[in-house]
């Protein structure tokens, strides 16, 4: 199973909502990632997680928060987001963060109104 | 800012000819690379990887190449089909802000197969 399971597949939501995308995997890796992707651009990183541990955070703004229950479940946490920050959010894990490949979600299609 | 960066960004092939996307990157210190295909609408699919004590890697239809001197990774693509028809993107990994390590990608090339 090198499956990464994102949900929802789509999201519309207000800038006064707060939602949540959620990640999950059983591949039994110790690494997961955020990326967001906008339209014919490469995917860009946002936060890394290691052993259920943030050890990245590109600047990322705070109305972005990622939380990570456990080893298979990684949640990004959505507040006041603005219209560009709708985009195409991946979510991808690996054995760990080492030369190992990572394996990516489908994705969470956004849109901010 | 190290980037890794590809040559162009559209390829159109004939079905049945061979592709090759071309990449070039500017971290000296990257030393594993994945070449990803992204279907319109879908996550980037992991096709093959290398790592930087090889210059080449095959694997089914698909071969890598990897010229550390002049920074450049390629991927072939045999027999290309029409199922082929996606962006393909080239990643590399290296050691960013003292231990921790990202997978950066490249801007991407559009292959289109033609009938």
């Known amino acids: 199973d090198t499956e990464v399971t994102q949900t929802p597949k789509h999201l519309v939501m207000g800038m006064t909502n707060k939602k949540s995308l959620k990640c999950e995997q059983h591949m039994g890796h110790r690494a997961m990632y955020w990326y967001k992707q906008k339209a014919k651009k490469p995917p860009e990183l946002m936060f890394v997680?290691?052993?259920?541990?943030?050890?990245i955070n590109e600047s990322v703004p705070s109305r972005f928060s990622p939380e990570c229950p456990n080893s298979s479940l990684l949640n990004l946490h959505l507040h006041a987001l603005q219209p560009e920050d709708s985009a195409l959010y991946l979510c991808a894990s690996s054995q760990d963060e080492g030369n190992t490949e990572a394996f990516f979600g489908q994705g969470t299609r956004l849109t901010v109104v | 800012g190290e980037s890794v960066g590809l040559h162009l960004p559209t390829l159109s092939v004939q079905e049945g000819d061979n592709s090759i996307i071309n990449c070039a990157y500017s971290n000296s210190a990257s030393d594993y690379f994945i070449w990803y295909k992204q279907e319109s609408g879908k996550g980037p699919q992991f096709i093959i990887d290398i790592r930087s004590n090889m210059d080449k890697r095959q694997g089914q239809r698909v071969t890598v190449l990897l010229n550390k001197t002049v920074k450049h990774l390629s991927l072939q693509i045999a027999a290309t089909q029409p199922g082929d028809s996606a962006v393909y993107f080239c990643?590399?990994?290296?050691?960013?802000?003292?231990?921790?390590?990202?997978?950066?990608f490249g801007s991407g090339t559009q292959l289109t197969v033609l009938p």
């Open positions: 997680y290691s052993y259920e541990k943030l050890s």
């Open positions: 990643a590399e990994k290296g050691v960013s802000r003292g231990s921790a390590r990202q997978l950066t």
